[in-house]
T-cell receptor, first 111, second 115 residues
Framework: GQSLEQPSEVTAVEGAIVQINCTYQ??????LSWYQQHDGGAPTFLSY????GLEETGRFSSFLSRSDSYGYLLLQELQMKDSASYFC????????????FGQGTELSVKP | NAGVMQNPRHLVRRRGQEARLRCSPMKGHSHVYWYRQLPEEGLKFMVY????????ESGMPKERFSAEFPKEGPSILRIQQVVRGDSAAYFC?????????????FGSGTQLSVL
């Protein structure tokens, strides 16, 4: 099987930088994805790492280290609208292609 | 270009009734996934379908739950004889291709409440 672990909640202030970690256990997977969900609405895709290293998309960056079974999402110049739940997810080679999500990290951005 | 459409947005059922949740994937997408979410929890995989085929239903309860994605029309998640524990948000997602594609497009979900 596979499992992903994230902190349940993180709090930061506007303008700051926050890192949301994700550790996983899986026998082999295509890559690590990150999704954002506001107030129980539709989750939206943020970022994907197929290879080790850093991927940057505007204020958001994501990192993957397969050797450490670890990844993170980095949010810079935090804004109030970034308050949301953030989920890491993997698709493993031998799990039929389904995308498995972590339990999510609730990010609260304070003024 | 419409996104993933789910209906109804809210569905109220009494115990023992049937719930039918519909999902129309984005245009050109042939892969559909259903997820269930309880408050303050993550998205739990239920089933993965392609047109007329169930690819993976490992997350579906063995009884009362079924899903289909016919050649024509939306994907349907059907819950028979609902119980209070079925109350949750049910999200549908679609993608244009399968396993290697990391990006799923989600609908706004159906909130099922069982009285």
């Amino acid at each position: 099987g596979q499992s992903l672990e994230q902190p349940s909640e993180v709090t930061a202030v506007e303008g700051a930088i926050v890192q949301i970690n994700c550790t996983y256990q899986t026998s082999g997977f295509y890559g690590l994805s990150w999704y954002q969900q506001h107030d129980g609405g539709a989750p939206t895709f943020l970022s994907y790492n197929a290879l080790d290293g850093l991927e940057e998309t505007g204020r958001f960056s994501s990192f993957l280290s397969r050797s450490d079974s670890y990844g993170y999402l980095l949010l810079q110049e935090l804004q109030m609208k970034d308050s949301a739940s953030y989920f890491c997810a993997v698709r493993s080679y031998n799990q039929g292609g389904k995308l498995i999500f972590g339990q999510g990290t609730e990010l609260s951005v304070k003024p | 270009n419409a996104g993933v459409m789910q209906n109804p947005r809210h569905l109220v059922r009494r115990r023992g009734q049937e719930a039918r949740l519909r999902c129309s994937p984005m245009k050109g997408h042939s892969h559909v996934y259903w997820y269930r979410q309880l408050p303050e929890e993550g998205l739990k995989f239920m089933v993965y379908l392609q047109k007329e085929n169930i690819i993976d239903e490992s997350g579906m309860p063995k009884e009362r739950f079924s899903a289909e994605f016919p050649k024509e029309g939306p994907s349907i998640l059907r819950i028979q004889q609902v119980v209070r524990g079925d109350s949750a948000a049910y999200f549908c997602a679609s993608s244009p291709s399968g396993q290697r594609n990391p990006k799923l497009f989600f609908g706004s979900g159906t909130q099922l409440s069982v009285l």
